[in-house]
């Protein structure tokens, strides 16, 4: 596609359910890119994949937190058992291997809300 | 390790005004460097990026950054300040070929512009 498209762009849930949030990054795009961004915290890494792999997951918060990537392409951030404090949005990015010379290209964002 | 310091969380200047955002970096290898721009309810979008060529950045929207090594700093600057600046800046760094972190962002200034 023309850009990265992130799904649902907005989702309440119940503390305690489980989410899936979608990534669809640009085509051609082999290195993507998960943060989570709070009210006044700016953006926490939370994981990097290219192609499928994910060689660091350290920067996901805890184990309730899982992220694939199929195909090279689309990618899924699940978040079992949420909490209150899982309350943010979440955006994704891709960009070509040399990441660093191209910058990322963002998604608009997953804003998720637990209640 | 890499990491961002944006001094001012919030910045607030009149319109046609002299806007000046701060960014200091702390990087182990020469980095890269990035400006983000983010409007309320979408993604980052990126204003311009430092990738060890002209220490002089040009970016979009009237927006400039200055490289300077020896003050560790890639401060943004607009001459003249439009309403529709207002938004959330991110100063960003990468280290090339600093593997799978990403970016590391700052936390974030909100401009805030007066009329």
């Known amino acids: 596609g023309a850009g990265v498209s992130q799904s649902p762009s907005n989702k309440v849930t119940e503390k305690g359910k489980d989410v899936e949030l979608r990534c669809d990054p640009i085509s051609g795009h082999t290195a993507l890119y998960w943060y989570r961004q709070s009210l006044g915290q700016g953006l926490e890494f939370l994981i990097y994949?290219?192609?499928?792999?994910?060689?660091?997951k350290s920067g996901l918060p805890s184990d309730r937190f899982s992220a694939e990537r199929t195909g090279g392409s689309v990618s899924t951030l699940t978040i079992q058992r949420t909490q209150q404090e899982d309350s943010a949005v979440y955006l994704c990015?891709?960009?070509?291997?040399?990441?660093?010379?191209?910058?990322?290209?963002f998604g608009s964002g997953t804003r998720l809300t637990v209640v | 390790a890499q990491s961002v310091t944006q001094l001012g969380s919030h910045v607030s200047v009149s319109e046609g005004a002299l806007v000046l955002l701060r960014c200091n970096y702390s990087?182990?290898?020469?980095?890269?460097l990035f400006w983000y721009v983010q409007y309320p309810n979408q993604g980052l979008q990126l204003l311009l990026k430092y990738t060890s060529a002209a220490t002089l950045v040009k970016g979009i929207n009237g927006f400039e950054a200055e490289f300077k090594k020896s003050e560790t700093s890639f401060h943004l600057t607009k001459p003249s300040a439009h309403m529709s600046d207002a938004a959330e800046y991110f100063c960003a760094v990468s280290e090339p070929g600093g593997g799978a972190d990403g970016l590391t962002f700052g936390k974030g200034t909100h401009l805030i512009i007066q009329p």
């Open positions: 990087s182990s290898v020469p980095p890269y």
């Open positions: 990015a891709s960009s070509f291997r040399d990441r660093e010379i191209y910058g990322y290209t």
């Open positions: 994949f290219q192609g499928n792999s994910a060689p660091d």
